[in-house]
């Protein structure tokens, strides 16, 4: 019993052991405390002021997990299954699936172990830069004079900016383990909100510049994870393509196919080459794709550029944002002028007496990544009446509630009223103003998920009408719902890039071709089956002669 005691003792000294050392090696543990506290506001986690390091070490411990080991936990079901289903993970029937269920599959196939994590945070300038676009990148050499050869490639850009990021944080003053905005300095508001509206985040909304920074910050290691994810598989999908590339069907391949080959991936064709050599270096091309070479390497067949997880995104990101902005077009083309023109106020944009409506939606076009920069009277017309009720009710304005109360008040009568309490509220300041302001956040975070399902029929045709769209005939109470909610998507937040569609580019442009490549191996199969059926039928009908001529002698 004494031995088994003492083992015990041991084990829980053991275990106390290694939780403290893990404790000691955690990422944060030698942060500044400026970084402890940019980590705590990034993730809305509120802090005493003054603290002393310790309480906010804690502080970031105690929420550590919940936001970069296991972010998952705070989504909602809908969001879990959206990542399941990316993930290629089979759902089950809805009914059978439970929230806890969901979470415990999303663990299992999470991007990251909680080790990967920890020393993700480490090390940050290894990754944060990677979802960066060539332009930024470029931008931040440029105005931190950071010379980079001629010409200016991505590997190039990336290696002289890490090079340099404890440089440039030394030189402002900072930290550099959890970055502030000094990173960012380079990048305009609308870099910052598309960068968010590409990698499928929302902006918040009303946003500062520093709000957006710190939503960019917060999400750039799972955008990186993400693209990460998805350029691997790409690259494993070329090399599935490649493993059937046999030499035979190389060999059947003429020379218009090879030349095509070579110039859809990229593999350079000295003038005057034969046939032969052709052939020749689409197998050096395979072998370099299936790692086959002395140096094992597939990364170099793909070109120095897509050596790194962030060129895909570079290259994805024109076309995925494209996509979008044709998207944003097409939606705001049935615009009416008074959204037209609610759109830009709710932005701070200036509009110019006598716009036509083209000028109007010139000017969207321009603003398209541009955050809402504050409450105005387009906050409340996506608010359910429950809420605008509950508004006037909080906010003691004696006038708005008097409208309120009024029998068969209509919506933009106490919208009105809401707005016209809110600015009462703006221009006493105070508790007053920063009541209003939290009431206002956390209505708009409750009604995000239940946007327009306690709306009434005529009251979705009311609003779509506001825009100019008008309600499809037949149209069922949930298509009512949804078409509100995708005016009301644009509206609010501008052109926007499911990150499902970047993925979708990532996989396109990483391949170099793949699509082709694809085809032309149907094809050449195709080729090589009927060059086959050719050779037994020419063999069939040679026998059948030799049989006939036998038969005759």
């Known amino acids: 019993m004494r031995i088994a005691k003492t083992f015990l003792s041991l084990a829980l000294v053991a275990n106390a052991a290694v939780a403290s050392s893990w404790f000691s090696n955690a990422a944060y543990n030698k942060w500044h405390e400026t970084e402890l506290e940019r980590w705590l506001s990034d993730h809305d986690v509120p802090y005493p002021t003054p603290a002393d390091r310790k309480d906010l070490e804690k502080l970031v411990q105690k929420n550590w997990d919940a936001n970069v080991v296991e972010p998952y936990r705070e989504?909602?079901?809908?969001?879990?299954?959206g990542y399941l289903k990316q993930k290629g993970v089979e759902s089950k029937e809805s009914?059978?699936?439970?929230?806890?269920?969901?979470?415990?599959?999303?663990k299992g196939s999470w991007y990251e172990s909680e080790d990967k994590?920890?020393?993700?945070?480490?090390?940050?300038?290894?990754?944060?830069?990677?979802?960066?676009?060539?332009?930024?990148?470029?931008?931040?050499?440029?105005?931190h004079g950071i010379p980079v050869p001629q010409p200016r490639k991505r590997d190039t850009l990336l290696q002289k900016v890490r090079e340099n990021y404890e440089t440039v944080a030394q030189k402002a003053g900072e930290a550099a383990s959890y970055p502030g905005n000094w990173l960012y300095e380079s990048w305009s508001e609308s870099d910052l909100k598309e960068w968010l509206d590409t990698h499928g985040f929302p902006a918040p909304q009303p946003t500062t510049r520093d709000k957006l920074i710190a939503s960019v910050r917060r999400n750039s290691r799972l955008a990186y994870l993400r693209m990460q994810e998805q350029t691997e598989s790409?690259?494993?999908?070329?090399?599935?393509?490649?493993?059937?590339?046999?030499d035979k069907l190389i060999d059947s391949w003429g020379e218009s196919q090879l030349k095509e080959f070579c110039d859809k991936n990229g593999i350079t064709v000295p003038q005057g080459t034969k046939l032969n050599q052709l052939r020749a270096l689409v197998r050096k091309h395979r072998a370099e794709i299936m790692g086959d070479t002395v140096s094992g390497t597939a990364a170099s067949a793909f070109g120095a550029a897509t050596s790194n997880v962030g060129s895909a995104a570079a290259k994805a990101t024109d076309t995925a944002s494209q996509a979008a902005r044709d998207a944003f077009d097409k939606a705001i083309n049935t615009w009416s002028d008074t959204r037209l023109k609610g759109y830009l106020d709710a932005r701070g944009v200036?509009?110019?007496?006598?716009?036509?409506?083209?000028?109007l939606r010139a000017l969207v076009r321009k603003h398209s990544h541009k955050a809402a920069s504050g409450w105005t009277a387009w906050t409340w017309d996506d608010l359910s009446l429950d809420n605008i009720r509950s508004y006037i009710a909080s906010s003691g304005n004696a006038a708005a509630k008097k409208v309120s109360a009024k029998t068969g008040a209509t919506r933009d009568e106490l919208a009105e009223a809401a707005q016209s309490a809110y600015a009462s509220a703006s221009s006493a300041g105070g508790g007053s103003f920063a009541s209003a302001t939290s009431?206002?956040?956390?209505?708009?975070?409750s009604a995000k998920a239940s946007a327009f399902e306690t709306w009434s029929e005529s009251e979705l045709k009311a609003y779509l009408d506001s825009y100019g769209v008008p309600a499809p005939q037949g149209s069922t109470l949930n298509e009512l719902r949804a078409l509100a909610r995708r005016q009301h998507t644009y509206f609010k937040y501008g052109t926007t890039t499911p990150a499902e569609t970047l993925y979708a580019k990532v996989r396109e442009n990483v391949l170099g071709g793949w699509d082709w490549v694809a085809s032309q191996l149907r094809i050449g199969s195709d080729a090589a089956r009927k060059k086959a059926e050719e050779v037994q039928a020419q063999a069939a009908r040679?026998?059948?002669g030799e049989k006939k001529v036998h038969k005759e002698l």
Request: some cysteine; glycine content about 2%.
């Open 117 to 143: 994590a920890q020393n993700a945070w480490i090390n940050v300038k290894d990754w944060i830069l990677d979802t960066w676009t060539d332009s930024q990148l470029k931008s931040f050499c440029d105005r």
């Open 234 to 246: 790409s690259k494993k999908a070329a090399q599935d393509a490649y493993a059937v590339l046999t």
């Open 95 to 106: 009914a059978e699936e439970t929230r806890e269920s969901l979470l415990a599959r999303v």
């Open 542 to 544: 040679k026998v059948k």
């Open 350 to 359: 200036p509009v110019p007496q006598g716009s036509k409506t083209n000028e």
């Open 439 to 445: 009431y206002l956040s956390k209505a708009t975070d």
């Open 75 to 81: 989504w909602d079901t809908q969001k879990l299954t």
